[in-house]
């Protein structure tokens, strides 16, 4: 059954992909509609849609065409076509997506199969994909919560209950009519009409299969689609909420499964009220206000709020505070905080009683031009001048310096400590809010804040922050626990912003492309903040030791394990002060935690005659511990790929690889192909730093591999890319600009 309203652009491919013969095309329809009734409701669409229709039926007998005297929206197209079916199931197709080839006769194959048994599903889910204005397309995001699951040989909502995160759409769903039209329910009025339906069928149905073949391809991104358009329409979704909870009442389901459809709904609210662009500004108030009122009147019994961010949200939603949910989402490095450390949220939240008023303003510099010549940097949620960044922006000061830089910083002592000459604003400063607002030009590692529009014309270069041992982005949604919080939804929509993504190697583009999918333009120019360390000299090397303190002559080991999810702060694997103990007093140690880490080992104490260890994680620049370093020691940390580029010893220390393969996912073996020795344990891990340079062959096909493009010239190579460049001129030194200061 196919709605159709304002389509004629889409409507041919939807109806030949059904089987459907063209007007005026020799051959006949697929044989497959000899048991299919095509029903199109014509819902007095403003275009050819309806003389289309009309001309394909004339020379397909399957095909039926209902025209409405008036409009009746997506809800009440399928209504009134359900209404004329007499077949004994039913599927929702949009009639701007399409079906794969043979998708008709594969569906029909499927759903025989099962009447032959005895055990006809209720619903048949079946896989998507996702497609693109661009040509390219996306897996079903969800699959992984599907395939291999009870699904596929038929159980009830209950047996496998991650179903109900999956997305909600009819058109992915085959319904037994009678079953339907039993449920006493019905397609809502206006936006997000098909959740009524959906989700009372799906938590009713005896019997639920999964089919895992691709059989629909569904539009992204088409310009008038109702995720993409700003209206006070959004606020249907409500109406449809209270329908849910309505059939919930007649017919009860079981405490956890309200409790997740109480959840999703709740988080699709907020979501819609996040998306930027959706609901119009002066609505916002009355919107968040109508999430209060439903979550209060759906709430469950009982209900306990869930750990983490998601609750303090819930919490927040719940208890109608705007604001300070506002500032909970603005700030980009807060979601991290939180899940760290539980007394960041108080003063987080006290802070929120002014973000309304910086959302006013922030949506009336939009207004203004855009500034050509402006560039907003930052790095690590605002942490300061480092990274990727960095390198791009001192290569763009000397070859296109009529692009005025400015940093974002979220604190004045993070100002203090940017270089001189480097123009900076606060986070949430009058400044930060017209630099955000009118700037051509961002380039981050990691992503601005989702609530900074990205205006027509802007550019967004996203650098990342190291090439991936480990899995990332939609990979991720294999791994729970390392995924615990991300909202893969809002990372598609960050994704979406993207211009420019830069690669360090064949590697990362290899699995960047698949775990980050959009329509950028992959820039494999290499790591810019890599090129100082392919053109480091000795001379660099020996100021470098000697701003550090460290004495010519002594051996120096830099120790950096990464993050380990589900493990909270630094967790050391080796025993430091035994490891200083036996490298003896001609080594140092330094130990660098990982920044998302808030503290590190602090300063040990060691006795006579062992080596010293010193806590380097606070130290700005870590390119100065590479250069300072003889020997890395880390597990699975991308800072070995970095390192690699000095061509000096790397030892890894991997005593828990299995666990952490599990647990995070990795793209490659790192034990099979590592760049220097391997210690899985503490007297493996002595021995290799001893032995001096004991796997020199691995670190060479190590680096062959993975650092290919390092040769000085990435920042450059971006920037040529990227911005409008000149002839050189040399950038002014001049102290900071005072906090808060306009751009300049």
């Given at each position: 059954m196919l709605p159709v309203h304002g389509v004629e652009r889409f409507l041919p491919r939807c109806l030949d992909s059904l089987?459907?013969?063209?007007?005026?095309?020799?051959?006949?329809?697929?044989?497959?509609?000899?048991?299919?009734?095509?029903?199109?409701?014509?819902?007095?669409?403003?275009?050819?849609?309806?003389?289309?229709?009309?001309?394909?039926?004339?020379?397909?007998?399957a095909l039926r065409v209902l025209h409405l005297a008036e409009n009746q929206g997506l809800g009440g197209a399928r209504t009134a076509g359900l209404a004329e079916a007499t077949g004994r199931y039913v599927w929702f197709v949009d009639s701007d997506d399409w079906l794969p080839e043979d998708t008709v006769g594969a569906l029909t194959t499927e759903l025989r199969a099962g009447e032959a048994t005895g055990e006809p599903p209720d619903v048949l889910l079946t896989d998507f994909t996702h497609q693109y204005p661009d040509g390219s397309s996306e897996p079903n995001p969800w699959r992984h919560l599907l395939r291999g699951s009870p699904l596929v040989a038929g159980c009830t909502a209950a047996d496998h209950p991650e179903l109900l995160r999956t997305v909600m759409a009819v058109w992915n769903k085959v319904f037994r009519r009678e079953y339907l039209l039993g449920l006493g329910v019905s397609f809502g009025r206006g936006y997000y009409e098909d959740i009524s339906v959906t989700y009372p069928a799906l938590l009713a149905a005896g019997r639920l299969r999964y089919l895992d073949r691709p059989c629909y391809h569904y539009r992204r991104g088409r310009p008038g689609a109702?995720?993409?358009?700003?209206?006070?329409?959004?606020?249907?979704?409500?109406?449809?909420?209270?329908?849910?909870?309505?059939?919930?009442?007649?017919?009860?389901?079981?405490?956890?499964?309200?409790?997740?459809?109480?959840?999703?709904?709740?988080?699709?609210?907020?979501?819609?009220?996040?998306?930027?662009?959706?609901?119009?500004?002066?609505?916002?108030?009355?919107?968040?206000?109508?999430i209060a009122e439903h979550s209060a009147r759906h709430r469950p019994a009982g209900y306990r709020y869930p750990a983490g961010l998601a609750g303090i949200q819930y919490r927040l939603a719940a208890a109608g505070a705007r604001r300070a949910y506002g500032e909970l989402r603005r700030t980009g490095r807060l979601p991290r905080v939180l899940r760290r450390q539980a007394k960041a949220i108080a003063p987080v939240l006290r802070r929120g009683v002014r973000s309304g008023a910086r959302f006013t303003a922030y949506s009336a510099l939009r207004r203004l031009p855009l500034d050509e010549q402006l560039a907003v940097y930052a790095a690590y949620w605002h942490r300061g001048y480092a990274c990727n960044p960095a390198a791009i922006y001192r290569k763009a000061r000397e070859l296109a310096p009529q692009v005025r830089g400015v940093w974002v910083v979220e604190t004045k002592a993070q100002a203090a400590a940017l270089p001189d000459g480097v123009p900076y604003v606060l986070l949430n400063s009058p400044g930060y809010l017209r630099a955000m607002a009118t700037a051509k030009y961002f380039v981050n590692n990691v992503n601005f804040p989702h609530t900074m529009v990205k205006r027509p014309g802007s550019v967004h270069v996203q650098t990342q922050h190291g090439t991936p041992l480990k899995t990332m982005g939609m990979d991720l949604r294999e791994y729970p626990i390392a995924a615990e919080g991300m909202d893969f939804d809002r990372l598609r929509e960050a994704v979406g912003r993207w211009d420019y993504l830069v690669s360090p190697n064949p590697h990362t583009s290899e699995h960047f492309s698949r775990a980050f999918p959009g329509r950028y333009e992959l820039l494999e120019t290499g790591y810019p903040r890599n090129d100082r360390l392919a053109l480091a000299t000795p001379a660099e090397t020996a100021a470098v030791r000697e701003r550090l303190g460290l004495a010519a002559g002594q051996r120096t080991v830099l120790y950096a394990p990464t993050h380990r999810e589900g493990q909270g702060g630094y967790v050391p694997l080796a025993d430091l002060r035994e490891l200083a103990a036996r490298l003896g007093s001609d080594h140092t140690l330094l130990v660098r935690t990982h920044y998302f880490h808030t503290g590190g080992p602090g300063e040990l104490g060691t006795g006579a005659g062992a080596a010293e260890i010193r806590d380097v994680s606070d130290h700005p620049t870590v390119e100065d511990l590479y250069l300072a370093a003889d020997v890395l020691v880390t597990d699975y940390s991308s800072m070995m790929f970095d390192y690699a580029v000095l061509d000096r010893p790397i030892v890894v220390f991997a005593p828990d690889w299995e666990e952490y393969r599990r647990v995070r996912g990795v793209y490659f073996d790192l034990l099979a192909t590592p760049p220097g020795a391997v210690a899985t344990d503490q007297d493996q891990l002595t021995e290799a730093l001893l032995a001096g340079d004991p796997a020199p062959a691995a670190r060479a096909a190590f680096r062959a591999r993975f650092c290919p493009w390092d040769d000085g010239g990435a920042a450059e190579r971006v920037v040529r890319r990227v911005f409008p460049v000149t002839a050189p001129v040399p950038a002014p030194a001049a102290a900071n600009p005072p906090v808060g200061a306009t751009p300049g």
């Amino acid at each position: 059954m196919l709605p159709v309203h304002g389509v004629e652009r889409f409507l041919p491919r939807c109806l030949d992909s059904l089987g459907l013969r063209a007007p005026g095309r020799p051959g006949r329809p697929d044989p497959a509609l000899g048991e299919v009734e095509v029903i199109a409701v014509d819902d007095r669409s403003p275009d050819g849609c309806g003389e289309l229709l009309d001309a394909y039926a004339a020379v397909n007998p399957a095909l039926r065409v209902l025209h409405l005297a008036e409009n009746q929206g997506l809800g009440g197209a399928r209504t009134a076509g359900l209404a004329e079916a007499t077949g004994r199931y039913v599927w929702f197709v949009d009639s701007d997506d399409w079906l794969p080839e043979d998708t008709v006769g594969a569906l029909t194959t499927e759903l025989r199969a099962g009447e032959a048994t005895g055990e006809p599903p209720d619903v048949l889910l079946t896989d998507f994909t996702h497609q693109y204005p661009d040509g390219s397309s996306e897996p079903n995001p969800w699959r992984h919560l599907l395939r291999g699951s009870p699904l596929v040989a038929g159980c009830t909502a209950a047996d496998h209950p991650e179903l109900l995160r999956t997305v909600m759409a009819v058109w992915n769903k085959v319904f037994r009519r009678e079953y339907l039209l039993g449920l006493g329910v019905s397609f809502g009025r206006g936006y997000y009409e098909d959740i009524s339906v959906t989700y009372p069928a799906l938590l009713a149905a005896g019997r639920l299969r999964y089919l895992d073949r691709p059989c629909y391809h569904y539009r992204r991104g088409r310009p008038g689609a109702i995720t993409a358009t700003a209206s006070p329409k959004h606020a249907d979704a409500f109406a449809q909420y209270d329908a849910i909870f309505d059939f919930l009442t007649r017919h009860p389901v079981s405490p956890a499964l309200t409790t997740l459809v109480y959840e999703r709904t709740v988080k699709q609210a907020l979501t819609v009220y996040d998306s930027p662009g959706l609901v119009p500004t002066g609505l916002r108030p009355d919107f968040f206000a109508r999430i209060a009122e439903h979550s209060a009147r759906h709430r469950p019994a009982g209900y306990r709020y869930p750990a983490g961010l998601a609750g303090i949200q819930y919490r927040l939603a719940a208890a109608g505070a705007r604001r300070a949910y506002g500032e909970l989402r603005r700030t980009g490095r807060l979601p991290r905080v939180l899940r760290r450390q539980a007394k960041a949220i108080a003063p987080v939240l006290r802070r929120g009683v002014r973000s309304g008023a910086r959302f006013t303003a922030y949506s009336a510099l939009r207004r203004l031009p855009l500034d050509e010549q402006l560039a907003v940097y930052a790095a690590y949620w605002h942490r300061g001048y480092a990274c990727n960044p960095a390198a791009i922006y001192r290569k763009a000061r000397e070859l296109a310096p009529q692009v005025r830089g400015v940093w974002v910083v979220e604190t004045k002592a993070q100002a203090a400590a940017l270089p001189d000459g480097v123009p900076y604003v606060l986070l949430n400063s009058p400044g930060y809010l017209r630099a955000m607002a009118t700037a051509k030009y961002f380039v981050n590692n990691v992503n601005f804040p989702h609530t900074m529009v990205k205006r027509p014309g802007s550019v967004h270069v996203q650098t990342q922050h190291g090439t991936p041992l480990k899995t990332m982005g939609m990979d991720l949604r294999e791994y729970p626990i390392a995924a615990e919080g991300m909202d893969f939804d809002r990372l598609r929509e960050a994704v979406g912003r993207w211009d420019y993504l830069v690669s360090p190697n064949p590697h990362t583009s290899e699995h960047f492309s698949r775990a980050f999918p959009g329509r950028y333009e992959l820039l494999e120019t290499g790591y810019p903040r890599n090129d100082r360390l392919a053109l480091a000299t000795p001379a660099e090397t020996a100021a470098v030791r000697e701003r550090l303190g460290l004495a010519a002559g002594q051996r120096t080991v830099l120790y950096a394990p990464t993050h380990r999810e589900g493990q909270g702060g630094y967790v050391p694997l080796a025993d430091l002060r035994e490891l200083a103990a036996r490298l003896g007093s001609d080594h140092t140690l330094l130990v660098r935690t990982h920044y998302f880490h808030t503290g590190g080992p602090g300063e040990l104490g060691t006795g006579a005659g062992a080596a010293e260890i010193r806590d380097v994680s606070d130290h700005p620049t870590v390119e100065d511990l590479y250069l300072a370093a003889d020997v890395l020691v880390t597990d699975y940390s991308s800072m070995m790929f970095d390192y690699a580029v000095l061509d000096r010893p790397i030892v890894v220390f991997a005593p828990d690889w299995e666990e952490y393969r599990r647990v995070r996912g990795v793209y490659f073996d790192l034990l099979a192909t590592p760049p220097g020795a391997v210690a899985t344990d503490q007297d493996q891990l002595t021995e290799a730093l001893l032995a001096g340079d004991p796997a020199p062959a691995a670190r060479a096909a190590f680096r062959a591999r993975f650092c290919p493009w390092d040769d000085g010239g990435a920042a450059e190579r971006v920037v040529r890319r990227v911005f409008p460049v000149t002839a050189p001129v040399p950038a002014p030194a001049a102290a900071n600009p005072p906090v808060g200061a306009t751009p300049g």
